[in-house]
């Protein structure tokens, strides 16, 4: 492994990953790191019509902490809302295999899903991973089966009609993780914030992990 490869693996604490997996991450990681050295002004309301080759990825810190949570669980049924380029994604993808689950991911642009795929089969993760393209919310009413963890990371408004949407169809134990829950603050994740800590059976509390993560527990009565 060389000696850039070795300082990403020791910032994540890769080493117990497999050298696919290393290697896909680490293309990520150098597309990351410039993305972050040349910010760009968003466009207003952070949309450009699906033009969009940021990433705007959860990071390694964040990456690592979704893998570690999953890996607590047993064959779960993962349900990632805002695929992008992938990234989060094969970090639950790899703990989706560690641990006998699979994660359905779903996106609204078809290029980016595209791409997420190509790296997941070259991470050798795609078997693991079922992509959707489409409206999260539509999507995830049309689910069969409920879901053992949610990772919510996609646009700020969407995140309240998501949550109704997945919260009949949490298993009991499920976790939720949500991104972007201190910077940026935006009122609607602060709604997000409210309304989750507000539902039945729900337990949560706010980390200052990457972004801010907003981790939630969902125990049946």
């Given amino acids: 492994m060389s000696n850039d490869k070795q300082d990403h693996a020791a910032l994540v604490g890769e080493h117990r990953l497999d050298e696919k997996v290393l290697d896909i991450l680490h293309s990520y990681h150098r597309r990351i790191d410039e993305e972050r050295s040349n910010p760009r002004r968003e466009a207003p309301g952070g949309r450009d019509g699906g033009h969009d080759q940021r990433m705007r990825a959860v990071g390694p810190e ?10 607590g669980l047993t064959a779960p049924t993962i349900l990632e809302l805002g695929t992008s380029f992938g990234y989060s994604g094969i970090w639950l993808a790899e703990a989706a295999r560690a641990t006998g689950g699979k994660l359905i991911t779903m996106e609204v642009h078809g290029y980016k899903s595209a791409y997420a795929q190509a790296m997941a089969e070259k991470a050798g993760l795609a078997e693991y ?3 959707r393209v489409g409206d999260a919310v539509t999507m995830i009413r049309e689910l069969r089966g409920k879901v ?6 996609l646009w700020k ?10 919260y009949p169809k949490l298993n009991a134990g499920a976790v939720i993780v949500a991104d972007n829950m201190i910077y940026p603050a935006t009122e609607d994740v602060k709604i997000y914030a409210r309304a989750i800590r507000a539902k039945p059976g729900i337990t949560s509390v706010l980390l200052p992990v990457g972004s801010g993560l907003e981790v939630s527990r969902y125990d049946a009565a």
């Fill in 62 to 71: 964040t990456g690592r902490f979704l893998n570690i949570l999953v890996r």
């Fill in 148 to 153: 053992d963890f949610v990772l919510v990371d």
């Fill in 157 to 166: 408004d969407l995140y309240l009609p998501c949550l109704e949407a997945f």
């Fill in 129 to 131: 991973i079922d992509f």
